[in-house]
């Protein structure tokens, strides 16, 4: 097997280009970094293309000719079952190739705004094999990190642990997007959700958690959400929410992108949305001083971005929080013979040695939707019928437009301006672009064709999709995460109309053509092209991805329904707080990350309070 011979295959090197022969090299670091399982399954099937080039020519893929490639995979092509497996294959092709073009094209680093505030961290390795706390944060995430800020201002003893490692904003800005990509995703960026269709699903997994690698984009919670919580669930600390999302925004700086690094993806979104009378604006985020590099999913070069290891956790860490890196929880320790019944008793660690224990009377989860209900089954805490079940994901799909002038989509806000023209229909349209060859669109095309499409990229404008969902997924295991997620037929409805809007927007914005992401219709000239497009696509043919797993251990006032009670509190134990996404009773229908922050500050203000 040989991954030259498929990379020279899907990006058509003829050998008059440099970037080109260095793809494969690239492509092996992206492979290292993925699950045992992708791995596998991405070698297996080039093996298969190699038998085949085989089988048709005599010689495999790497000793044939260009044109002799093309012609192969031309073949493979013509099999319509086939070219969604050709499809999955060009992602991590993509995400190389994209990197060396912009190494050779791209333009310089940027400058740090700031120097990041300081943080006391400590390796697993090097803490003590037994110690106490007056609470253990497991998680520094968006939830986690609120939570120890409140609990550490309160006068607590507080260790926050940290399966991942810690990353300044001078390393990012050492490194390629590429290469941070691969470091600060769990799974190197490959978590999948098994289902109808498959989802990957990427989730971060550093000191700062997800925020160290989302969009930036901090939308409040939608008034009918909150409702919905407090009426429907008896969630009752939805009431009084704007306060916790108030202090939320204030501790994140937010404020509405300035129109001077927007960038022209993020405008010619304005300008469709302003053709069609569409609601749109530039969206509100925590990055004061952003300068438009276009970065915030690989880690801000320029500290601009305020996640939370730069603005929540120096604060806990100021009033006395510990963190500790690389310490992934085995368990939560329990006492089961104390009179009223089972109380926490600490945590206990891995390590190369007999690992670790931190005795504490309080135990706050937030190692996030994914996570968490595996932690919690590991622990002997895992009985209630419901703990896992109700994750609810983002769903989403991406479409681009090109455009007759160059657009340089990665010049600029990676996020920038959100349509909410369909909001009230479950469907947030926001403009979004990342560094070559690393969003959720698939460049169309094989051999030279998809050659053309990567040296034509600077023309495409980027438009992303998401769906607020039906919860339609489950989190099993409790050694290693299994995701289970099948796409809602009303859900796969609703990401057909958002391809429609989206390719409606850039058709009025002014693009030549729109790129659908569909394997069987890449290009569409006109409206009228996409929607019989669309007429005889189903969902399951979109390229799909999703984001913001919420909702595996929800809050409520039903003991049947929620494995939390309404103040964020593990039923059946004392001394357990949940605070990450997976406490959110539904999909909160935005950006989580004000949701998840907010939640977090009320559940652990109601302790202190209690």
Known sequence: MSLAGLVSALIADDGTAGWPRRVPARLQTVLTAMPLAARAGLRTAVRGIDAYAVARTGRTLGALTTPERESVLGALAAHPALLPLLDVLKVPVLLAAGTERMLQHGPAPLGLTRQDPPLDLTPASAWPARSTADAVVIGSGAGGAMAARTLARAGLDVVVLEEGEHHSTASFGRRTPLDRFTELYRDGGATVAVGNPPLLLPVGRAVGGTTVVNSGTCYRTPGHVLASWAQGSGFTLADGFDRHLDEAERTLRVATQPLDVLGNNGRIALAGARQLGWQATPLRRNAPGCQGSCQCVVGCPTGAK??????????????????????????????????????????????????????????????????????????????????????????????????????????????????????????????????????????????????????????????????????????????????????????????????????????????????????????????????AVLAGTHARQLHLSAYHPTGTVAAGGSAQRFPADPLGRLRGVHGVLITDGSVLPSCPQVNPQLSIMAAALAIAEAYLGA
């Open 306 to 531: 305020q996640s939370v290891q730069l603005s929540v956790l120096p604060d806990a860490c100021a009033a006395g929080a510990r963190i500790v890196t690389g310490a992934r929880v085995e368990r939560i320790l329990v006492d089961a013979d104390r009179p009223g019944g089972p109380r926490v008793a600490g945590v206990r660690v891995h390590r190369d040695d007999n690992g670790l224990e931190i005795l504490a009377p309080l135990v706050v989860v937030a190692a996030g939707a994914l996570q968490s209900p595996p932690l919690l089954r590991r622990s002997g805490l895992g009985r209630h019928p419901r703990l896992g079940h109700n994750l609810s994901v983002h769903p989403a799909t991406s479409v681009a437009g090109r455009f007759a002038e160059p657009v340089t989509a990665w010049e600029g806000v990676l996020q920038s301006v959100g349509v909410e023209e369909h909001h009230d229909a479950g469907i947030l349209v926001e403009a979004t672009a990342t560094p070559p060859g690393m969003g959720s669109f698939v460049l169309p095309g094989l051999g030279s064709e998809l050659r053309r499409e990567l040296e034509g990229a600077d023309r495409l404008a980027t438009l992303g999709a998401m769906i607020a969902d039906r919860p339609s997924g489950r989190v099993l295991g409790r050694d290693r995460t299994l995701i289970r997620y099948d796409l809602d037929r009303r859900d796969a409805g609703r990401l057909l109309r958002a391809v429609g809007a989206m390719g409606e927007l850039l058709f009025a914005a002014g693009a030549e053509e729109v790129l659908t992401g569909i394997p069987a219709a890449p290009r569409v000239r006109n409206l009228a092209e996409l929607d």
